[in-house]
């Protein structure tokens, strides 16, 4: 999987989760490859959190925690997570 | 302010960060998205207001057990009998029936504890190398539990993640394991306690490894690993053993504040999710202090005797052993956000 790709899928992932591509402050940073979001601007809830690892664990086959989420800081960072471990794996 | 506090608890440089916490105020962090309490003065007072209360952990796995229909069946039995997960009444009634039964188990399981310390602990009376967790701590751990549930060590060794209820910073996979693990061990409880077990018998057992697995595991060998580490070149009969644990494998605790209200010129709101380090209290260097690591008032540790007792009769047995313990290997399990436990603790035991 692609950064890309990855970035796409957590873009999904965020969207249906939050309904975050309906949302002005985010949507347009969301859709252009080359802006970066942070989780912690998103006011995401523990339970769109898990609702966000659910949708990213099945569409990548991975374990992905909230804290892993988390951890990442921001959707660019976590696109290179998934896409690094899927190449490792 | 430190990279995560996701994993603070287990960093390698921990002791330094608690040292400065311990003279700061709450900070606000936008990771966690909770209000991180360092200073000890300040844990307790924040523990034993009543301006907090505690998280709901079963509402997001109910939810998306009633949302998407995965199945955490077992996940929501628990809680419905663990008190750390319930409110008022119903966790008052969960924490007496708890409390009543470790009382009636504990002449039994003291004497289980001081007859098996020995038998646990033998190997580590001959030179050699010993994986501490594997062979001894773990092993000690399980036949505690087992005894005081009245249950075969198997069981509560084969829950490696459904301890671990408490942390909603896993993700789903995880959770229906955990679920799974649940179902394992609620079926052999029944199985032993007969087909007319009520549900709250076998919630109460569950509700005891779910409590006391990892974190007596945690304490146990993150302590042994700091005296072994802090004592290193000595031998086993010339190291110092605190008589409290001076590690806790439960480093923090959550609050949810339910109204507004200022602590020390800190303003908190309400909703603000509080992350109280227990750890605070084990790095403060004060006995007193160290004793908090078991928590505060009416949601203090209700294992805590068993716990103290288990870790004198690990360090009186070292005490009498005259090899010298180096640490050769140790690494800290990191598949969960919650505790804090030795993956393995490896020591090469000679004269």
């Known amino acids: ?89 | 302010m430190h990279d995560s506090y996701v994993t603070l608890h287990r960093a390698p440089d921990r002791h330094s960060h608690f040292a400065v916490g311990a003279t700061q105020p709450p900070k606000f962090d936008p990771i966690t998205k909770s209000w991180i309490v360092m200073e000890p003065g300040t844990c307790e007072r924040l523990l034993a207001s009543p301006y907090v209360r505690l998280p709901h952990y079963s509402q997001n796995d109910a939810a998306l057990h009633n949302r998407f229909g995965i199945d955490y069946s077992n996940l929501l039995f628990a809680y419905s009998h663990i008190p750390l997960c319930l409110q008022d009444a119903a966790h008052r009634d969960a924490r007496r029936r708890m409390a009543e039964y470790l009382s009636g188990r504990k002449a039994l399981v003291e004497a289980h504890i001081v007859t098996t310390v020995k038998s646990h602990l033998r190997i580590l009376g001959q030179e050699g190398e010993v994986e501490l967790m594997r062979e001894v701590l773990n092993p000690f751990v399980f036949s505690v539990i087992g005894s005081l549930i009245d249950l075969d060590p198997a069981g509560p060794a084969e829950c490696h993640l459904a301890t671990k209820i408490f942390d909603t910073s896993l993700g789903p996979r995880k959770r229906q394991r955990m679920n799974e693990e649940l179902g394992r061990l609620r079926e052999m409880i029944c199985a032993k306690l007969g087909p007319d077990a009520s549900e709250e018998a076998i919630g109460l057992r569950i509700a005891f490894v779910i409590l006391g697995r990892d974190s007596l595991i945690g304490t146990l060998g993150a302590s042994l690993h700091n005296v072994l580490a802090a004592n290193s070149g000595k031998r086993l009969d010339q190291m110092r053993y605190p008589g409290v644990p001076p590690e806790t494998g439960v480093p923090f605790t959550e609050r949810i504040v339910v109204e507004p209200f200022v602590d020390h010129q800190t303003e908190f709101q309400a909703g603000d999710r509080l992350r109280i380090y227990l750890q605070s209290f084990a790095h403060s260097g004060s006995a007193r202090e160290t004793q908090r690591i078991f928590g505060i008032g009416s949601h203090a540790c209700l294992g805590k005797s068993v716990s103290l007792n288990m870790w004198r009769a690990i360090t009186s047995y070292l005490a009498g052993i005259p090899l010298h313990a180096d640490v050769i290997s140790h690494a800290l399990c990191t598949d969960d956000y919650t505790f804090l436990c030795p993956e393995h603790l490896t020591v090469r035991l000679r004269a």
């Open chain 1, 1 to 89: 999987m692609t950064f890309l790709e990855a970035r796409e899928k957590i873009v999904q992932a965020l969207h249906h989760a939050t309904d975050a591509l309906n949302d002005p402050r985010f949507a347009d940073s969301l859709r252009d490859r080359n802006q970066d979001v942070k989780f912690a601007e998103m006011n995401m809830d523990s339970l769109a959190a898990i609702e966000c690892s659910m949708m990213l664990e099945e569409e990548t086959g991975m374990e992905i925690d909230p804290a892993q989420i988390a951890m990442c800081e921001s959707v660019n960072g976590l696109a290179r997570f998934i896409c690094g471990n899927m190449k490792t794996a």
